[in-house]
């Protein structure tokens, strides 16, 4: 028996124990097949799924490799059943490869006679495919590339895509490092991406995603689309972009409710593309507007499904996905895989802390006892409006007061679900309110104000989950949420994890009233940080 | 024993072997006679079926092996090479060794010698051997050849003969069938001339019988034909003896022509030498690592299948066996294939650790079973999976009536079952990785007879097993497997293979608990009732829940038992959100109380009960107030639990004196019964071979005294004691009316005579046996 950090577990789970000597070594030799599940103070959970293996083999790692570095670090015998399983599923990818052949153009090749003759029997991917045109080969319509990866995946022979991409139109954009360079895992992120072709690509919250995408661009050199959550957003990434690389007001066009610009570089809301106009979607044209040679997915992990059906006829276009967490609340991790592309970067948060890429982070769930009176209300109260009232009582007001008050030299954030109660807080902390309504211009003017330190505090709805760059912020405050949304969770402390120039540790706060749905739901919301290795303190608001 | 022959035997040869057998087994017999004690005894140990029950002489004995069913045996235990020797003796002239080595290669001797052993060949006339009477019938085409010419020809109608003879350029003048036969076969010795004149297409259809089968299959086979009317290539070498018709729709070549065809050669490949079973190499660390994690995989899969069967027990089908729903259910549970399943019950079964009660239900024998260490757990498990007769890769397919065969039916008894799981695993090379394909061949090889059909199924059924119960790792046999197959205790061994239990867990912020190898047994338990399971491996991962905690307090443990316990067997500090979760629920759990007379609440917080009351799901359960810190309800007690449980407050129920009732399920078990008994293979040892054999002396002794001359003796009864008294220490011979009041004769040496017994021992059965004396019809000296 050797003494290796690594046990295995009969359902796949590897147990790696961090304080282990040799940890990092096989944190190294186990992270390109098997997903990062939890990371907890001691023992960290990976987890060996197909679509891990599969991620592997797409980056050239063998079943022969994965079965060594079982056996070198695995502390206990590893199981035969479980290493066998491990060749056999790797032994499934790349039996089917989608090429291009000179004469028949996109084909479908196979190297496994009875895997081809399987495939071609299922009535879902006959239609998709068009003549035998040899033994091994059939020809595959061009529009159902991402359809027929899709389907290959389901059925578990996911194909190795060799078609290769169309380079799109050329359009000169470098990187203008004056006076900042790229950090190293942001360059690895964009190299691991660029020789995979297509992929996602997955780092925290204030890790610097978007200049990975900035340099994923001067990698292809090619016209840009970007595709990103919301408008605050879109002017974030024109920012980021102008301020990081050789590109010009001009060059960057927005795409949105207010503005339909198309130019080498153009940046479209989800939501845009989504609307549609007598059950059509009216803005589909702009995927065909220009011969795009690289298309970016941001926030990937909450890419809306009409968009996935747009993708799958996107395949000949590389694409590059982003996003801090790929736990996807609807489960569409394998779409994720099979259309935008595999994994093919991540890190975990706290690694990124270790080294001062991201600011360390205190989390602390302040629990409050609700008066007798307020139980009383929340027991009658209906089941569909119980979570609003515990989450919006009078007692967490006056404790989100205080904690206010505690942190009054610093930049804070206030983030709930709901309006009244936002509008509320505003009112009893006399600051300002940014949600859905507030316009655009608004908004930016009021961010502004708050980096710049004139507004020393902000309460703000849902619309400022995502991609809102505040640096200086370092307390945040969260009164309520969208009930046990784990990536929620995640997103709002992201708000406050950008390295401070003090280099002061963040502050989250989850204000929760105890022996409620509240409790419940926080305990859910928090499942994904604590995984991640950020340990919740339980304080109770009376000792604060 | 002729009329075991096959009716459909119609060959000159047959009949020459039906003929010549009473002549054949006298002289074979008298060459058994010939042999050594040590080697008849090494005789019937190979061959045991020949001594069920032992014959009354060597005489009886070579008639006992010249038995269909007993050629039929010794046959199927043969490898290639002995097969392929044997052959040879049958197929050639005059089957010396130097003639032998010169057909085969030079490493027949030991299979000449090992067929000497088993009295399948004995020695004939001019140093050249000749196959034990029966061989030939048995093996009607050597080496794939044909029968030889003259027997062919003999039994065709003598006007087909003489056209024969005649096209031939034979005389026909002394025209019986026997001589043109001969005739015939003489001049198909070298039918060079032959096979050229009849043509290319002819020879072509010559070529594709030469190697075996040597008979095909045509229509009208028996159609007369001359050389000057034959048309088809067929004709033309029907018309030539080249081809003869055995029935309507057969042709078959003869001997001669094959041989010639094959340019004298017996065999295409080397017979002699047993294929390797190739693969790539492992080295044996690799495949021990491998193979001792598969032990501890099968280890925890048995105990996770039955204590689910001990709450649970799966109904016992009419037939006897497990219903394909509970299989499925269990298969789900455990995540592994059906048959993985199959295969544990089976063995759980055999092991006596699983019986038929009120339905299958793991016996007291498991619970003993699970407190023995994990090596001696395994070894009675793979003991009990080696030497059952019940084959588990049968579950899931069909029987004979097309009926789907249940795991634990009895359907699936297969008498061979152990023997060909030895013999699979015996064939297992040493550091390799041995493929299917070549395992097979070398099992092939050495049993050329067996394989096949349920064999080949069986064996790639023992492949998986062996793989799944961690005696081969990534297909290549473990340390452990050799010794253990011997028989040797490898507990040691594989002991040091598997992880030691461990006494510590590490706990985590988030609410999980990692036991990095097997908890000791105390730990585990209190775990398991505090916490779910959330992966089991090498390592288990527990997870609290406000359910799991609170499941712990219904069964009796306090906030500060569990908080003290988990302290004691952490390295690390209890994590905060940990502490927070047992404090919480420990609060809640218990606040309110429920009694089963009228069915009340309880509860010291008046508030909760003013929740209670306004709460408008509550209206259901029609609580009163009987005092304020008490609720009544006209509902069960059960229900009352239940309705509040799901309106999310958490009561306990309480007994009548106020205390907590502790809940917990107990799980079932069942007596042992006796393991399963299992229709052992006869197996000889040295001590019954050896009597058998001293019993087959001494029934030649009997028979060459020749006292059985005229009716068994009679002597008046008196005289008769007098005569067994005076004969002590000498032999004689008396008359017996045995149990079934045949009238025997035996040859005994009397011992003693008292209590109206004859004390004596008796040759025939090599032992001292007790003759009533009134049953003793008479006595006369030998």
């Known amino acids: 028996m050797n003494d290796g950090p690594l046990i295995v577990q009969s359902d796949k789970t590897l147990l790696l124990e961090v304080e282990h000597e040799r940890a990092a070594d096989c944190r190294r030799a186990i992270a390109p097949f098997a997903e990062l599940e939890r990371a907890p103070e001691h023992v960290h959970t990976y987890r060996v799924t197909p679509l891990a293996l599969w991620n592997a083999r797409a980056a050239g790692h063998d079943a022969e490799q994965v079965v060594d570095a079982l056996i070198q670090f695995s502390r206990y015998p590893v199981p035969h059943a479980l290493l066998v399983d491990v060749a056999d599923t790797m032994g ?43 033994e091994d080969t059939v020809v595959v319509h061009p529009s159902e590339r991402g359809s027929l990866k899709q389907a290959l995946l389901k059925i578990g022979w996911p194909a190795e895509d060799l078609a290769g991409y169309v380079d799109g139109e050329a359009h000169t954009i470098d990187l203008a490092e004056d006076g900042w360079s790229l950090r190293p895992y942001q360059k690895d992120a964009a190299e691991a991406f660029w020789q995979g072709g297509s992929g996602v690509v997955v780092l925290p919250c204030g890790a610097g995603k978007t200049t990975v995408g900035a340099a994923a661009m001067a990698h292809a050199r090619a016209t840009t689309l970007i595709l990103v959550t919301n408008t605050v957003s879109v002017h974030q990434w024109k920012q980021e972009l102008l301020k990081r690389t050789s590109l010009t007001e001009d060059e960057i066009g927005e795409y949105s409710g207010s503005r339909k610009e198309i130019r080498p570089v153009t940046i479209a809301t989800y939501q845009i593309m989504t609307s549609r106009r007598k059950g059509v979607y009216g803005h589909l044209e702009l995927f065909d507007a220009r011969d795009w040679g690289l298309v970016i997915y941001d926030e990937v992990h909450l890419l809306p499904a009409p968009i996935f059906r747009m993708t799958a006829d996107l395949q000949a276009r590389r694409r590059l996905g982003l996003t801090a967490t790929l736990v996807r609340e609807d489960g569409r991790e394998g779409d994720v895989f099979s259309l935008i592309g595999p994994k093919r970067y991540d890190a975990p948060w706290k690694e990124m802390e270790n080294q001062g890429w991201i600011a360390p982070a205190d989390c602390v769930e302040v629990r409050v006892t609700l008066t007798d009176s307020e139980r009383l209300a929340y027991a009658t109260s209906e089941p569909e409006e119980r979570y609003r009232f515990c989450a919006t009582t009078d007692t967490k007001t006056r404790v989100v007061e205080r904690l206010v008050e505690t942190h009054r030299d610093e930049q804070i954030l206030v983030i709930g679900q709901y309006i009244d109660q936002l509008d509320e807080l505003g009112e009893r902390l006399d600051a300002p309110v940014i949600k859905g309504e507030t316009k655009i211009k608004e908004r930016e003017r009021l961010f502004q104000l708050f980096r710049t330190g004139e507004i020393s505090c902000l309460v703000v709805s849902k619309v400022a989950n995502f991609s809102i760059d505040l640096p200086e912020a370092s307390v945040a405050i969260q009164v309520s949420g969208s009930f046990g949304s784990r990536q929620e969770e995640a997103q709002r402390l992201g708000r406050v994890l950008r390295p401070k120039a003090s280099g002061k540790t963040a502050r989250f706060y989850s204000v929760v009233a105890r022996d409620t749905l509240d409790q419940d739901f926080a305990a859910h919301r928090q499942r994904f940080l604590a995984e991640q290795g950020y340990a919740y303190r339980i304080t109770d608001a009376d000792d604060l | 024993m002729t009329g075991a022959e096959p009716a459909t035997g119609t060959s000159a040869e047959t009949r020459r072997a039906r003929r010549g057998t009473t002549r054949d087994v006298d002289s074979y017999g008298d060459w058994l006679r010939g042999r050594t004690d040590e080697e008849l005894a090494a005789l019937v140990r190979a061959r045991p079926e020949l001594i069920t029950p032992v014959p009354a002489d060597l005489g009886a004995l070579a008639a006992r092996a010249a038995t269909p069913p007993a050629v039929s045996r010794a046959l199927d235990g043969l490898d290639r090479a002995a097969l392929a020797v044997l052959e040879s003796v049958i197929v050639l002239p ?99 001339d032959l096979v050229a004149d009849a043509g290319p297409e002819a020879r072509t259809a010559l070529e594709r019988l030469a190697w075996g089968p040597p008979s095909g299959r045509i229509e009208n086979a028996r159609r007369p034909v001359t050389l000057a009317t034959a048309a088809s290539p067929i004709d033309r070498l029907l018309a030539r003896g080249l081809l003869v018709a055995t029935d309507d729709r057969t042709v078959t070549l003869p001997r001669e022509v094959g041989l010639y065809l094959r340019g004298g050669v017996l065999f295409r490949e080397n017979v002699l030498t047993e294929p390797s079973a190739a693969g790539p190499e492992r080295p044996q660390g690799l495949t021990d690592q491998i193979a001792s994690g598969q032990v501890f995989t099968a280890l925890r899969l048995m105990e996770e299948l039955l204590e689910g069967w001990g709450l649970e027990p799966p109904s016992v089908l009419r037939s006897g066996g497990l219903a394909v729903r509970d299989l499925r259910a269990a298969a789900a549970r455990l995540d592994v294939a059906e048959q993985d399943v199959a295969l544990l019950a089976e063995v759980a079964y055999a092991a006596g650790l699983l019986a038929r009660d009120v339905g299958w239900t793991p016996t007291r024998s498991y619970d003993l079973w699970l407190l023995r260490g994990a090596a001696e757990r395994w070894a009675d498990l793979a003991n009990a999976w080696l030497d059952t007769d019940r084959v588990p890769g049968l579950a899931g397919g069909k029987d004979d009536r097309d009926k789907t065969i249940n795991a634990l039916a009895d359907e699936s008894v297969r008498a061979h079952a152990p023997r060909v799981r030895r013999e699979v695993l015996e064939a297992l090379p040493d550091e390799v990785a041995a493929s299917e394909e070549s395992l097979m061949e070398r099992l092939t090889w050495r049993r050329p007879r067996r394989t096949g059909g349920l064999y080949s199924r069986m064996a790639s059924w023992t492949l998986r097993e062996a793989a799944f119960l961690g005696l081969t790792g990534f297909g290549a046999k473990a340390s452990y497997t050799g010794p253990f197959l011997r028989g040797e205790d490898v507990t040691g061994g594989l002991g040091a293979l598997l992880p030691a239990p461990v006494d510590h867990v590490l706990l985590q912020a988030d609410l999980t608990a990692v036991a990095p190898g097997p908890l000791v047994p105390e730990l585990a338990r209190e775990l398991a009732l505090a916490a779910d399971v959330e992966s089991t491996g090498g390592a288990t991962v527990y997870r609290f829940t406000p359910a799991s905690v609170r499941r712990a307090m219904d069964a009796g443990r306090t906030i500060s038992e569990l908080l003290d316990l988990l302290t004691r067997h952490s390295a690390t500090p209890v994590p905060q959100p940990l502490a927070y979760l047992v404090e919480d629920v420990g609060r809640k759990h218990g606040r309110l109380r429920v009694g089963t007379a009228l069915s009340y609440v309880r509860c010291d917080d008046p508030a909760v009960l003013d929740e209670i009351l306004a709460d408008r799901r509550a209206s259901a359960l029609r609580l009163y107030r009987l005092a304020p810190t008490v609720l009544a309800s006209r509902l069960s007690r059960q229900d009352l639990l239940e309705s509040l449980r799901s309106v999310g407050f958490s009561p306990v129920p309480e007994s009548a004196e106020g205390g907590l009732v502790v809940t917990r399920t107990d799980a079932h078990r069942a007596e042992t019964p006796a393991r399963p008994p299992i229709d052992h293979e006869q197996v000889v040892d040295a001590d019954i071979a050896a009597a058998a054999v001293r019993a087959l002396r001494a029934g030649e002794e009997a028979a060459a005294v020749g006292a059985p001359d005229g009716d068994p003796p009679r002597t008046p009864s008196m005289a008769t004691i007098e005569r067994l008294r005076s004969a002590i220490g000498s032999r004689v011979w008396i008359g017996y009316l045995d149990q079934q009041g045949q009238a025997t004769s035996r040859i005994v040496e009397p011992v003693r005579v008292d209590g109206g017994y004859l004390t004596a021992y008796d040759r025939t059965k090599a032992s001292v046996q007790r003759f009533t004396l009134h049953r003793i019809t008479g006595v006369r000296d030998v």
Do not use: C
């Open chain 2, 94 to 192: 005059s089957p010396t060794i130097t003639a032998l080595k010169k057909a085969l290669g030079p490493r027949v001797a030991e299979s000449v010698d090992n067929l000497l052993a088993l009295g399948l060949v004995w020695p004939g006339t001019r140093r050249s051997y000749q196959v034990a009477p029966g061989i030939r019938a048995a093996l009607r085409e050597p080496a794939g050849l044909g029968p030889p010419a003259r027997d062919a020809f003999a039994v065709l109608p003598l006007d087909r003969l003489v056209v024969l003879a005649e096209d031939l350029g034979l005389s026909t003048a002394f025209a019986n069938a026997s001589g043109l036969a001969e005739a015939v076969a003489a001049r198909l010795a070298d039918p060079a």
């Open chain 1, 92 to 134: 499934r990818y790349g039996r089917l490869r989608l090429e291009k052949h000179p004469s028949y153009g996109l084909v479908m090749v196979s190297v496994d006679r009875a895997v081809l003759e399987e495939v071609l029997r299922s009535r879902k991917i006959k239609p998709m495919l068009g003549d035998r045109v040899a």
